[in-house]
């Protein structure tokens, strides 16, 4: 036995999925404990077939390759999606109603990392607990328990629904007419990810103009931008842009579960902006439930709930979202992060319906993206962060919790995913411990940047003052 089998770091289990940097904290023999893990576990909850796909990176072929050899090692039936995006993957396993999904991807994180995600075979993200049900399983050295005898091994196939992807795609967005999209233009960064091996072709298809396709070539090594989203990786795209007055312009990070929208000015939407504007259309159809979680805006009350929509608040994460968002029949879920979910197109949450939704939108209100965000309120919001020991941080948020709920009342504070405190119309304040970090975090949105800056400093103060406690 190796060094690396004998020492497998209980940091890349995470409470949503396993990331680690490969060949440093992340082996390929590690993925082959983490296979023969998964397959021990649903075995005995009586699931057999799994679909596996990855994304773009160097080390995800490899990855998955030891996944599946422990997936199949332990008795389960194995289709492989192939190296692609988040959405095709689940849309295979969905289409093919498997028992679970899993997705080899780092997702956003550098090209270093790598890790995979697991689903439900509708694309709903395993909870913590089921995940920590897995990692017991590596960590307990317990995964060969589950090895099958020769004649006991899963069958393995490999699928390409690509195009049945595609072709689902364009059928919701043709239902309401033919060329919906005539005149619409669009600029589309793919971030050199893997959904550039999918959203140029589901473009093309629909009719949706490109004005420009940028790192649209899936590189590992990511050159042009980060694949994370954030208003400075998104540099070119914005002036890209204003440069051939599209309507709009899209970007995707790594895997293609999350989308930034940037309008006709440049200027990158909000989660809580973009949420919005694709609610009222929805709303206009369905009066029903929005989910949001605890960081996103008020902004979404006080615009959707004079439509009919019912704002529902839930933890931070997509696995909620997704879990939450079909469990409700929700009109659509935001994640303040850029996740959606919109169960009536798809039950997981594939960035690729977001910028179609946008290009539909704009084609039926003949309004430009930047007037609909113009029309939007806007709401000062600020978060710091607080330094707070791991082995304590979690204690200073349960006496924060008592005491606020003592000053404040339980009427107004929401302890689902830390500490929320609502103001009415003055604003709100969110103070919640970091899972991954040594860190508390406060976040105040305020109806003037007056508000916003008195709420700051008065929970900081309070936040610290519980630390020094400790």
């Known amino acids: 036995m190796t060094m690396h089998e004998k020492q497998i770091p209980a940091h890349i289990f995470r409470a949503y999925d396993i990331r680690g940097i490969f060949n440093d904290d992340l082996y390929p023999e590690t993925m082959l404990k983490i296979g023969l893990a998964l397959g021990s576990y649903a075995k005995k909850r009586g699931k057999k077939g799994v679909v596996v796909g990855n994304d773009i990176r160097s080390s995800s072929r490899v990855l998955t390759n030891t996944l599946i050899s422990g997936l199949l090692s332990s008795g389960m039936d194995v289709t492989s999606a192939g190296t692609t995006s988040f959405g095709v993957s689940a849309f295979s396993g969905w289409q093919l109603r ?129 694949s994370e989203l954030t208003e400075d990786s998104l540099g070119t795209l914005k002036e890209e842009v204003k440069r051939k007055k599209a309507d709009f312009g899209a970007a995707f990070d790594g895997d293609g579960d999350r989308a930034a929208i940037v309008d006709d000015k440049g200027r990158m939407l909000s989660a809580d902006q973009c949420g919005v504007i694709i609610a009222k259309n929805l709303l206009r159809d369905r009066k029903g439930i929005v989910l949001a979680n605890v960081e996103c805006s008020m902004l979404i009350e006080r615009e959707l709930e004079k439509l009919g ?78 330094e707070c020991d791991d082995t304590m941080k979690f204690e200073v948020m349960h006496t924060l919790a008592e005491r606020l709920a003592y000053g404040y009342g339980a009427d107004r504070i929401n302890t689902m995913d830390g500490i929320r405190i609502d103001f009415l119309e003055e604003g709100w304040v969110l103070i919640r411990a970091s899972n991954t970090s040594p860190l508390i975090r406060v976040t105040v949105e305020g109806a003037t940047e007056g508000i916003k800056e008195k709420l700051m400093e008065k929970f900081v103060e309070v936040t610290k003052a519980a630390i020094r406690e400790f």
């Open 309 to 386: 929509g019912k704002i529902e608040r839930i933890p931070v994460g997509h696995t909620f979202l997704t879990k939450e968002a079909n469990e409700r029949n929700a009109v659509l879920g935001i994640e303040s992060s850029g996740h959606y979910v919109i169960p009536s197109l798809f039950p997981f949450d594939d960035a690729i319906v977001i910028p179609l939704k946008i290009a539909e939108i704009l084609a039926e209100t003949g309004k430009k993206l930047s007037e609909l965000v113009d029309y939007l309120p806007t709401f000062p919001k600020e978060r710091m962060n607080l």
């Open 98 to 226: 498997k028992d679970i999904t899993a997705y080899v991807t780092a997702s956003h994180l550098p090209p270093e990392w790598n890790g995979v995600k697991f689903y439900t075979g509708a694309g709903i993200g395993f909870s913590a607990d089921e995940n920590g049900q897995i990692r017991d399983i590596v960590m307990e050295g317990k995964e060969h328990e589950g090895r099958a005898y020769w004649n006991e091994v899963g069958n393995y196939q490999e699928v390409d629904l690509k195009n049945e992807y595609i072709e689902y795609i364009a059928e919701r967005f043709e239902s309401k007419g033919k060329n919906i999209f005539k005149e619409r233009r669009i600029v589309l960064d793919c971030g050199n990810g893997s959904m550039g091996l999918v959203a140029p072709d589901v473009m093309k298809r629909i009719k949706l103009k490109t004005d420009a396709l940028l790192f649209v070539n899936p590189d590992a090594s990511f050159p042009n931008r980060p």
